[in-house]
């Protein structure tokens, strides 16, 4: 009798011991999902922020080219997009990526320096009438567009587990 006492004690203790774990596990996969969500939250809206601050530099310059505002206005303007977006390109270090989005935080991060950069000589060009300037502004935008296009392959393969 005292050997199946015991057995039970033994059998009981592994039970919860396995409980445990299987409770342990399903918690720790809880908590990544949120903190996965978490990130993809704060990331989307990083994106959101540069691609509304583009529209609206993109709406000023619009209206410089029409003639419905003046050279000064569009340079005073640039001066608070740039230090927006600045301060959004700030917001990727704010992040906690999981591991395997870790490369495609960093993609788009240099997508929005990059843009800020040919964002800096389209208004260089505007001030100087320097086509060089122009010139410039127009690579950097392609290499920010090829930045973007890769980091979102990058983040795509990670949500898949493809990383």
Request: no cysteine; net charge negative.
């Amino acid at each position: 009798m005292k050997k199946s006492k015991k057995q039970n004690i033994i059998i009981a203790s592994v039970a919860i011991i396995i409980i445990g774990a299987i409770a342990g596990y399903n918690y720790s996969v809880d908590q990544t999902k949120q903190k996965g969500l978490r990130f993809g939250n704060e990331l989307q809206q990083i994106q959101e922020d540069v691609k509304q601050l583009q529209t609206e530099f993109n709406s000023k310059v619009i209206q410089w080219k029409e003639g419905d505002l003046s050279q000064e206005e569009l340079s005073e303007y640039s001066k608070t997009h740039i230090e927006k977006l600045q301060n959004v390109i700030l917001k990727y270090d704010g992040l906690i990526p999981p591991k395997q989005f870790t490369p495609s935080v960093e993609l788009f991060k240099l997508s929005t320096q990059t843009q800020l950069d040919s964002d800096k000589e389209f208004i260089e060009w505007i001030k100087t009438n320097d086509t060089s300037h122009k010139i410039r502004s127009d690579s950097l935008i392609q290499e920010s567009f090829e930045y973007e296009m890769t980091a979102l392959g990058e983040f795509n393969a990670a949500k898949a587990g493809l990383r």
